[in-house]
């Protein structure tokens, strides 16, 4: 040693896009040091996968093993250097044409660095590729990494899954979300909603910060208590408003779908197919997807519903006062609020009718009202 302090290669700058996920860079960056031929990169949507196959591809291809300042580096992460090759699939799954372009891509020389990355996301949407992919995967031409995402690892995956170095990423922490977003310019408040609706999904958080609509919603929820004036018909008419927010709340989601259809349709035309490929499944995943961000916004909604009886019941306790039944019977409505809010919310995921449940909810706390 020479007392120099020893640059850190790869610089942590190359996974600054990488939120919470301490292990999974630490895992990245050793194998930037000493790369194997294959990775999977698997963990659920949102949790930074791409981010973090980036960062990996820059430091194997930089000169300087991923200094994170280079031409090279700053290309890779932007996803504009040639020796990074995505083989995104073309239709709702990655089908064996998918494979055999990222087999061709593979056999081809490396353009500018020592080596060339080809990653391939979707691989969890690889079904009938498997057989293709996996021959591509376990005879690597000299000089070429693969990377591949996957957001879960079906059974049909266990024979990639074998041959890769497999790298976990976790759903992000709440808390790491908010102070993600504020760090971008987020107000803290509506970070903070976001990141807790976000269920760990960063990409859904950046799409809810950029929902017009979300704080108006979170509001509409918190006045819900002041609104319920203990009769049935007040009860219905709150319920069928709230449904009719969490369906707004899906425009953002249904413009991203819309703009995927137009990709696939533009890539599609590119390559001389009439119509997209698989359209049926990827209409159907948007139609899931649809369904559980419907349910994820209603669940957001009771959270901040839960927020405001429990706001309440704190602020009961903290005014203390003489024991008297007047203050005795309002802390047990409080808790009572609170505990339906929390068993509606439970409820929710379990298939039952969501209009139904609301009702039933606001007509009971119609009933508590105080
Ligand atoms: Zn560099």
Not at 281 to 288: A, D, F, I, L, T
Not at 327 to 344: C, M, T
């Amino acid at each position: 040693m020479n007392g120099e302090s020893p640059v850190e290669r790869p610089a942590a700058a190359l996974f600054e896009d990488v939120v919470g996920q301490d292990r999974a860079v630490a895992q990245l960056a050793a194998a930037a040091r000493r790369p194997v031929h294959a990775y999977l990169l698997h963990g659920p949507p949102g949790s930074g996968k791409r981010a973090g196959a980036r960062g990996l591809a820059a430091a194997l291809l930089c000169p300087d093993g991923g200094c994170g300042a280079c031409a090279t580096c700053r290309r890779v992460l932007a996803g504009s250097h040639p020796d990074l090759v995505v083989v995104e699939r073309s239709g709702a799954s990655l089908d064996v044409d998918d494979a055999r372009t990222a087999a061709a891509r593979a056999q081809r020389r490396p353009l500018e660095a020592d080596r060339q990355v080809i990653l391939v996301p979707d691989v969890h949407l690889a079904g009938p590729a498997v057989p293709a992919l996996l021959k591509t995967v376990e005879e690597p031409p000299p000089a070429t990494v693969f990377v591949l995402l996957a957001d879960d690892l079906p059974a049909g995956l266990a024979t990639i899954v074998s041959r890769c170095v497999q790298i976990p990423f976790a759903a992000v922490p709440p808390a790491v979300v908010s102070a993600w977003l504020v760090a971008r310019g987020v107000d803290e408040g509506v970070a903070g909603a976001a990141a807790a609706a976000s269920g760990g999904n960063l990409d859904r958080a950046r799409l809810l910060v950029h929902d017009a609509g979300f704080a108006t919603r979170q509001e509409r929820w918190r006045s819900v208590p002041a609104r319920l004036d203990g009769t049935g018909s007040a009860a219905v008419a709150v319920a069928t408003e709230l449904l009719g927010l969490a369906e707004d709340a899906l425009v953002p989601l249904r413009e991203e779908h819309a703009r995927e259809l137009t990709s696939l349709e533009e890539q599609a035309e590119a390559s001389g197919a009439r119509g997209i490929p698989g359209r049926r499944q990827v209409e159907e995943r948007h139609r899931r997807e649809e369904r559980r961000w419907r349910t994820d916004d209603l669940r957001m909604g009771l959270a901040a519903l839960a927020g405001v009886y429990r706001d309440r019941l704190t602020a009961l306790v903290a005014a203390g006062g003489p024991r008297n039944p007047g203050a005795d019977a309002e802390r047990r409505r409080a808790v009572a609020h609170v505990e339906a809010v929390g068993a509606a919310a439970a409820a929710l995921g379990r298939n039952v009718q969501e209009g139904l449940l609301l009702e039933a909810l606001l007509v009971e706390l119609s009933g508590m009202a105080d």
